[in-house]
């Protein structure tokens, strides 16, 4: 089901507990294309429930459309957006319909994309990216510091 034509783009009040952790490269080199490409973003991988919406596993809660909003600045600036979640079969088919109404779209979808695959030479287990943002991490509870931290960066970058 992972990358399937039908979940990736092209082919809440604040949901408690969610942060965010940066990859070993927060920005890529010219080589994060894969072999020699110019694309310049980052790779961000966002979990779902109790991050892009309120925990309320099998059903779907309440939007942080706060990050949602961030997240689709991100895409639209140039960066590349995995959803990471555990969600399987028919419930990460909703979660996606769900993003792509709220305006979200991903470029994978529990798995790494093209470019990295490329650039690793395989396509392990583990989503590459450099900012995981995720409810379940260790420090969580800090969505405006994310948020604050990605839109920074942007600007910066």
């Known amino acids: 089901m992972e990358n399937h034509p039908a979940l990736v783009a092209g082919t809440a009040s604040k949901a408690e507990g969610a942060t965010f952790a ?3 490269n927060p920005r890529f080199s010219a080589n994060n294309s894969g072999k020699g490409g110019a694309w310049m973003g980052r790779v ?8 892009l919406c309120e925990q309320a596993f099998p059903e779907i809660g309440k939007a942080n459309t706060e990050l949602i ?3 689709i600045d991100c895409r639209n600036y140039g960066d590349k957006i995995i959803l990471w979640t555990c969600r399987h079969d028919e419930a990460l088919v909703q979660a996606v319909e769900w993003c792509r109404k709220n305006g979200l779209e991903f470029d ?5 994309l093209p470019e990295r695959i490329r650039q690793w030479e395989n396509n392990g287990r583990k989503v590459s990216a450099d ?4 409810d379940q991490s260790y420090g969580a509870g800090r969505f405006a510091e994310c948020i604050d931290l990605l839109t920074e960066a942007r600007i910066r970058g």
């Open 22 to 24: 940066w990859g070993s």
């Open 44 to 51: 961000i991988a966002t979990d779902f429930d109790g991050t």
């Open 108 to 112: 994978a979808v529990n798995d790494n």
């Open 131 to 134: 900012i995981y943002i995720d």
């Open 69 to 71: 909003k961030c997240l």
